[in-house]
């Protein structure tokens, strides 16, 4: 081994470090699929605060029903959909995974499963619009259903790719754990 000012090892010239340099790739990966997961977690921070201040000029009446509709029914249990991004995020730190996994269930129950609902529920309303022209519910002058229907989609290719992508990371948290096990 070579040291900054020193005398080296006997029989190596300083150059047999480089594979020392290099960062095991689940190392690798995790830093990676953190940080594509916190991506999509402030991206639906940011859909989630649309439909919070969506709800709250629908309630408190600060614009007229013309220009913000009162919400729909999904979008009441939609609001907890915050908690399992939150658990997301405490996971990081210290490579938690029950936080990880957690967040995972809970993404389900209270983030895709309102999705789900909230596409059935707009369904009539859609088909209305398509059919015959009519719509009853506007936001800023674009039909309700429309741009909520925008939003789920929007809404379900995040939280999709959060659960593809903390999967992955659930597994590269594994490949470490099992690992330091066999040290």
Request: proline fraction near 4%.
């Amino acid at each position: 081994m070579a040291s900054r000012g020193g005398p080296r090892a006997s029989g190596t010239d300083g150059s047999d470090f480089q594979h020392r340099e290099r960062v095991a790739s689940h190392y690798q990966m995790s830093v990676a699929l953190k940080s594509e997961i916190k991506k999509l977690i402030y991206t639906h921070v940011g859909i989630w605060l649309l439909l919070l201040a969506q709800m709250c000029v629908g309630h408190l009446k600060l614009l007229p029903h013309d220009q913000v509709a009162m919400p729909y029914q999904w979008e009441y249990p939609y609001l907890l959909s915050i908690l399992p991004s939150l658990l997301g995020l405490l996971s990081f730190p210290r490579n938690n995974i029950s936080y990880l996994v957690l967040s995972m269930i809970s993404t389900g129950l209270f983030s895709v499963a309102p999705l789900i609902y909230g596409a059935m529920e707009m369904f009539p309303m859609a088909q209305q619009l398509y059919r015959h022209g009519k719509a009853y519910r506007f936001i800023f002058g674009f039909s309700a259903v429309s741009v909520m229907y925008l939003v789920v989609v929007v809404a379900a290719q995040v939280h999709g790719w959060q659960l593809y992508y903390s999967k992955k990371l659930l597994d590269s948290w594994f490949t470490s754990t099992q690992e330091k096990k066999k040290k």
